[in-house]
């Protein structure tokens, strides 16, 4: 089974960049889809972007325009480029391993039960 190890949080401005890492362990990565959720302390955690193995990216309305997702299976990495953020941005962000490869239609496939593997948490807070 993958094994996530996630990275890259900080402090930083409003409107200013960060890019968060995750390095997956296992023999599997290349054929795994995979996540990134956050959570803010008394919250749900909530999906953010995904990037099948085929390469498909999905993500939420909120990040559109602003973040992209990325892997290189070389690595076996995955990262979140994430530009123009705000406060709202604020949270602990997890990378996670899917159950799949692809996605079918169904929003069932980014909800955090869809995923069996997670990181530790890199905190992001943004300033205004």
């Known amino acids: 089974q993958v094994q996530p190890v996630d990275a890259g949080g900080g402090l930083v401005q409003a409107g200013g960049s960060l890019r968060l890492s995750c390095v997956a362990s296992g023999p599997t990565f290349s054929t795994t889809a995979m996540g990134w959720f956050r959570q803010v302390p008394g919250e749900e955690r909530e999906f953010v972007a995904a990037i099948t193995a085929g390469g498909r990216t999905y993500f939420a309305d909120f990040v559109k325009g602003r973040f992209t997702i990325s892997r290189d299976n070389a690595q076996n990495s995955v990262y979140l480029q994430m530009n123009n953020l705000t406060p709202g941005d604020t949270a602990v962000y997890y990378c996670?391993?899917?159950?799949?490869?692809?996605?079918?239609?169904?929003?069932?496939?980014?909800?955090?039960?869809?995923?069996?593997?997670w990181g530790q948490g890199t905190q992001v807070t943004v300033s205004s």
């Open positions: 996670a391993a899917s159950k799949y490869k692809e996605f079918g239609t169904d929003a069932y496939y980014l909800y955090p039960y869809s995923f069996v593997s």
